[in-house]
């Protein structure tokens, strides 16, 4: 069974940082497409970040250069370094694991963890 895990959230003034962490297990871990989204109140769910196994990365225009994300094999965690917040970053963020099964793949989420930026 995957598990994805999630931490790191909490509030923040605009402008601070936050680094959230996704552990993984249940998995390979290296052949996962690893991905952030989140979730604002009202809003629909939008793809913040990517990371492939080859480590190529990829972002939402709305983070580029604020956010980084980043992966660890050894330790089957993915992470999301977030500077410069601004309250618009306010929202659920969620984990996400595209697992290679054969010829397909299955997707795999976690809780999700809040991440509110506010003065």
């Known amino acids: 069974q995957v598990q994805l895990l999630e931490s790191g959230g909490g509030l923040v003034q605009p402008g601070g940082s936050l680094r959230l962490s996704c552990a993984v297990s249940?998995?390979?871990?290296?052949?996962?497409?690893m991905r952030w989204y989140r979730q604002a109140p009202g809003k629909e769910r939008e793809l913040v970040a990517t990371i492939t196994r080859g480590f190529s990365t990829n972002y939402a225009d709305s983070v580029k250069g604020r956010f980084t994300i980043s992966r660890d094999n050894a330790k089957k965690t993915v992470y999301l370094q977030m500077d410069n917040l601004k309250p618009e970053d306010t929202a659920v963020y969620y984990c996400?694991?595209?697992?290679?099964?054969?010829?397909?793949?299955?997707?795999?989420w976690g809780q999700g963890t809040q991440v509110t930026v506010s003065s």
């Open positions: 996400n694991a595209v697992v290679p099964l054969g010829f397909t793949s299955r997707n795999y």
């Open positions: 249940g998995s390979s871990f290296s052949e996962n497409v």
